[in-house]
């Protein structure tokens, strides 16, 4: 019976302190938003496991490999989601840890040819259905607002800026992955089941309902990063701006690959592009890592920007990874080979005492 007891309360010991914060890279504590809530996967039944930083690479987020159930994980009561769930593997791939802002895409315009830049412009006339006091000018131009996300471009001029940024734009595969931050069954980015954390502080740019739409510190977009990343280090990816993926709308996962899927709608006429995380304007429901949107890809809409990501190959295949070695000193040259090398040189000096110049080259002071 003693060795009973002496396990159970060593078992109850080693889960305490398995399942308390994970220590962040700094030394300080993780918390991901929730300050009571451990940053921690289920590696072992009844031992919860820290979860390692991901590295970055400026802003950009490197994720492992990894498997997950992709699809809602909420209740749906209003059956507003049919896509089902299905589990899924995503190879290693970078994501940007904020969504493109302003600032960021007057930047690519400002490399475009003034025709292709007119053609690139976020829809202007998109603008009156934001129901913002601000003008599209005012938002997309104005130096207050270059931190915030650029909103009002298609799918197109998204996939243009990310390729001209040598990146992508996500699947909706990754997209979800890179929102659930290696939480199983999660409904947010962060623990819980609430859009705020223990002292009632809202974790995402939403539309709270009878709290109203400011609530959360911003009646419209709010700047990119004002609001506690996810343990994986990504901002926003719930509420602020929908986000454009790679995909085409499909009703169902069910024709999914299990390693890497994407649908390009080859064998279909949808015009529709997936749109993931909510928005500014969307309700709590709305802004989980399992609800899907859809929207025409060829529309621009005041709720939907966007974020790129990158192949592994993309960011770290660029890089030259050899070194020619250094001559060692058997291959150095002697001094009577140096000496040598110096008279032969000397019959070849000017009289002046300088080098000739390289043939076809003219001398300093050109021809006289």
Same mark, same amino acid.
């Given at each position: 019976?003693?060795?009973?007891?002496?396990?159970?309360?060593?078992?109850?010991?080693?889960?305490?302190?398995?399942?308390?914060?994970?220590?962040?890279?700094?030394?300080?504590?993780?918390?991901?938003?929730?300050?009571?809530?451990?940053?921690?996967?289920?590696?072992?039944?009844?031992?919860?496991?820290?979860?390692?930083?991901?590295?970055?690479?400026?802003?950009?987020?490197?994720?492992?490999?990894?498997?997950?159930?992709?699809?809602?994980?909420?209740?749906?009561?209003?059956?507003?989601?049919?896509?089902?769930?299905?589990?899924?593997?995503?190879?290693?791939?970078?994501?940007?840890?904020? =969504?493109? @802002?302003? *600032?960021?895409?007057? #930047?690519? !315009?400002?490399? /475009?040819? %003034?025709?292709? $830049?007119?053609?690139?412009?976020?829809?202007?006339?998109?603008?009156?259905?934001?129901?913002?006091?601000?003008?599209?000018?005012?938002?997309?131009?104005?130096?207050?607002?270059?931190?915030?996300?650029?909103?009002?471009?298609?799918?197109?001029?998204?996939?243009?800026?990310?390729?001209?940024?040598?990146?992508?734009?996500?699947?909706?595969?990754?997209?979800?992955?890179?929102?659930?931050?290696?939480?199983?069954?999660?409904?947010?980015?962060?623990?819980?089941?609430?859009?705020?954390?223990?002292?009632?502080?809202?974790?995402?740019?939403?539309?709270?309902?009878?709290?109203?739409?400011?609530?959360?510190?911003?009646?419209?977009?709010?700047?990119?990063?004002?609001?506690?990343?996810?343990?994986?280090?990504?901002?926003?990816?719930?509420?602020?701006?929908?986000?454009?993926? =790679?995909? @085409?709308? *499909?009703?169902?996962? #069910?024709? !999914?690959?299990? /390693?890497? %899927?994407?649908? $390009?709608?080859?064998?279909?006429?949808?015009?529709?592009?997936?749109?993931?995380?909510?928005?500014?304007?969307?309700?709590?429901?709305?802004?989980?890592?399992?609800?899907?949107?859809?929207?025409?890809?060829?529309?621009?809409?005041?709720?939907?920007?966007?974020?790129?990501?990158?192949?592994?190959?993309?960011?770290?295949?660029?890089?030259?990874?050899?070194?020619?070695?250094?001559?060692?000193?058997?291959?150095?040259?002697?001094?009577?080979?140096?000496?040598?090398?110096?008279?032969?040189?000397?019959?070849?000096?000017?009289?002046?005492?300088?080098?000739?110049?390289?043939?076809?080259?003219?001398?300093?002071?050109?021809?006289?």
């Amino acid at each position: 019976m003693r060795h009973l007891v002496l396990s159970l309360l060593l078992f109850a010991f080693v889960a305490t302190v398995s399942a308390s914060p994970a220590a962040a890279l700094d030394g300080s504590t993780a918390t991901d938003g929730n300050e009571d809530a451990p940053v921690a996967i289920m590696t072992v039944p009844g031992v919860l496991m820290p979860v390692p930083a991901p590295p970055t690479f400026g802003d950009m987020v490197r994720l492992p490999d990894g498997t997950f159930i992709m699809g809602l994980t909420d209740e749906d009561p209003f059956e507003i989601q049919s896509a089902g769930r299905r589990r899924v593997t995503v190879s290693a791939f970078y994501i940007d840890r904020f =969504e493109v @802002t302003n *600032a960021e895409y007057r #930047a690519y !315009l400002q490399s /475009l040819s %003034p025709g292709e $830049r007119d053609s690139a412009l976020p829809d202007s006339t998109a603008w009156s259905s934001s129901a913002s006091r601000a003008d599209f000018s005012t938002y997309f131009y104005g130096s207050n607002y270059d931190e915030y996300p650029v909103v009002s471009v298609t799918w197109q001029e998204a996939k243009d800026y990310c390729k001209a940024e040598d990146k992508r734009l996500p699947t909706e595969a990754e997209w979800e992955y890179a929102a659930r931050a290696g939480r199983v069954g999660g409904v947010y980015p962060w623990s819980g089941f609430s859009p705020r954390d223990a002292f009632g502080r809202y974790l995402a740019n939403f539309n709270p309902g009878r709290q109203g739409q400011a609530a959360d510190g911003y009646a419209f977009t709010a700047p990119v990063g004002s609001f506690p990343p996810s343990r994986w280090g990504l901002h926003d990816v719930a509420g602020n701006a929908a986000e454009w993926v =790679e995909d @085409t709308y *499909a009703s169902t996962y #069910a024709n !999914l690959s299990d /390693l890497d %899927p994407v649908y $390009r709608g080859q064998d279909t006429e949808e015009t529709r592009k997936v749109v993931r995380g909510g928005a500014w304007d969307s309700d709590a429901f709305r802004i989980g890592v399992g609800f899907r949107d859809m929207h025409e890809a060829d529309q621009g809409s005041p709720r939907i920007g966007f974020r790129c990501a990158a192949d592994v190959s993309q960011v770290e295949g660029t890089t030259r990874r050899f070194q020619d070695p250094e001559p060692s000193q058997d291959d150095a040259p002697s001094e009577e080979d140096a000496g040598a090398g110096g008279d032969a040189g000397g019959d070849n000096m000017e009289e002046d005492g300088t080098a000739p110049p390289e043939s076809g080259t003219t001398p300093p002071g050109g021809n006289r």
